[in-house]
């Protein structure tokens, strides 16, 4: 089956810009959580969905925001860019009733400038 | 902040040695995960130790969860350069009600090289 799908792979943006991230999970997992990977912080969760609700949040902004819908795809959105939120940005979708174990994207790098 | 430590920072082995990471976590946890990941792209799941076991194997992987020192390892046997990348460990801490779904809590990771 299809894997955990993120769009775009790649994009540039200018600080004060926003940008929108997507996600397809693999059929059937109604479960989504987004990370943040940088060189510094490494990897940091931002936030998980499930059935349409957040159900946990991480240590961000509130320029860091997200939804799911009921397909189970699942967006997140980064207001007023700034030069530190250039990062790797992964998608993980697991399935309810699972022990936590996530399938991650390939993941979309986004550079702000 | 990351969950814990992980040492070493990098490694650098030849072929068909061994390769030992650690991993230190803080909080009481339910599980223990360890994940690969190949330059810049997705993590990819290894391994998962539950707080109750002590060792684990899976083919020429085998995981350590020693609960009282709050500290894991993962030994990949017979190295190949194919196994160059950055591994994770991740935890799944334990919280009122129930485990904290999605959420899992990274280590800043090794970065392993096996040269042919």
């Known amino acids: 089956k299809a894997g955990v799908t993120q769009t775009p792979r790649y994009l540039i943006k200018t600080r004060g810009q926003q940008v929108t991230l997507s996600c397809s999970p693999i059929s059937g997992h109604r479960s989504v959580s987004w990370y943040q990977q940088t060189p510094g912080q490494g990897l940091q969760f931002l936030f998980e969905y499930f059935s349409e609700t957040q159900r946990n949040k991480g240590n961000f902004p509130g320029r860091f925001s997200g939804r799911q819908f009921s397909n189970s795809r699942s967006e997140m959105n980064v207001s007023t860019l700034e030069l530190g939120d250039s990062a790797l940005y992964l998608c993980?979708?697991?399935?309810?009733?699972?022990?936590?174990?996530?399938?991650f994207g390939a993941g979309s790098r986004l550079t702000v400038l | 902040s990351q969950q814990g430590e992980e040492d070493p920072q990098a490694l650098s082995i030849q072929e068909g040695e061994n390769a030992t990471m650690n991993c230190s976590y803080k909080t009481s946890i339910n599980n223990l995960q360890w994940y690969r990941q190949n330059s810049g792209r997705g993590l990819v799941h290894l391994i998962l130790i539950r707080s109750n076991e002590r060792e684990k194997h899976s083919g020429r992987l085998r995981v350590t969860l020693d609960t009282s020192k709050k500290s894991s390892s993962l030994l990949i046997t017979a190295s190949r350069a194919a196994d160059t990348a950055s591994y994770f460990c991740?935890?799944?801490?334990?919280?009122?009600?129930?485990?904290?779904?999605?959420?899992?809590?990274f280590g800043q990771g090794t970065i392993l090289t096996v040269h042919p």
């Open positions: 993980a979708s697991r399935r309810a009733g699972g022990a936590n174990v996530l399938t």
């Open positions: 991740a935890t799944v801490g334990t919280s009122v009600g129930g485990t904290s779904y999605g959420k899992l809590t």
